[in-house]
């Protein structure tokens, strides 16, 4: 069932992101942006879907949200994979954005993802209270979310010494944790429900997430994953599988689902597809 609704959603997302790109230019910089939106999981776009579900906004008045946080989050891989961040040669089994055009183009085609986010964050579906979607998004994805968990990591790379677990944990709630979170609360945000559930459930999740990301590094297939793996322990740098060890870090892993579960209990059996998205991020492997 879990797995048949996130396949689906996969598909409407994509259907949905090709038609705002419709009647863009025909130019390297829009093709680039269309490449770099292919493929993913889409697990946040799917917390946007079950979020509003849950709170009876359905998918016809979700999806523009859904399709932005994919955008959104789009434009964060491209970034990251550049020469002067994280410096990847592959996303998705395919050429990062930069390695197949050139550095310009994907430092454009990043901005303009981002900008896209923030358009369909604007669409009238959304109802009367997308300003504060917006607001939710342009937090998350800032300097008081994901880019200052970027920040973070970029620095801890000539740091004296490795991260902590807690600065760790730290980063990673905004690198990670800050976009899944917004997803996980924008149903609640539409519905002028309660946000209060969600975010403990995402909270947990993101780091459950995260933690899975770090052993995938350690022993996952690349050819599954579509990234060359093990570069942060040929690079030295802290994770929550160094600083836990494998074995410690899948038990975190697991006891972050059940606190993900648990956070869920007032909505009852309603909210089972969203537990089954907390047990996917540890059993996937990609």
């Known amino acids: ?148 968990g970027q920040a973070l990591d970029i620095a801890a790379e000539t740091a004296p010494a490795p991260l902590t677990l807690d600065e760790i944990t730290r980063l990673q709630a905004g690198k990670t944790g800050a976009l899944i979170t917004f997803a996980a609360t924008s149903g609640a945000l539409l519905a002028g429900a309660d946000t209060g559930p969600l975010t403990r459930y995402s909270r947990a999740l993101g780091l459950a997430f995260q933690i899975a990301d770090d052993i995938l590094d350690v022993e996952g297939d690349p050819a599954k994953t579509g990234k060359k793996l093990g570069k942060d322990a040929a690079a030295g740098k802290a994770t929550f599988v160094s600083l836990l060890g494998l074995a410690a870090a899948k038990v975190r892993a697991r006891a972050l689902v059940e606190e993900a579960e648990a956070a869920l209990a007032s909505y009852g059996d309603a909210a089972e597809t969203l537990r089954d998205a907390a047990r996917f991020v540890v059993a996937r492997d990609a």
């Open 1 to 148: 069932m879990f797995h048949e609704r996130l396949r689906r959603v996969q598909a409407k997302v994509q259907e949905a992101l090709d038609d705002a790109l419709a009647f863009h230019p025909d130019v390297p910089v829009v093709h680039a942006m269309r490449y770099a939106l292919q493929g993913g999981k889409r697990l946040r776009a799917f917390l946007v879907i079950e979020s509003a579900r849950l709170h009876r906004v359905y998918e016809p008045e979700a999806m523009p949200a859904a399709a932005a946080v994919e955008a959104l989050h789009a434009y964060s891989l491209v970034h990251d994979d550049l020469p002067s961040m994280d410096n990847d040669e592959l996303r998705r089994g395919q050429p990062t954005v930069h390695r197949k055009w050139d550095e310009a183009t994907a430092v454009l085609a990043g901005d303009a993802l981002q900008t896209l986010a923030f358009e369909l964050c604007c669409d009238p579906a959304l109802g009367p209270r997308r300003i504060e979607l917006v607001t939710a998004l342009a937090k998350a994805s800032g300097a008081e979310g994901m880019v200052l």
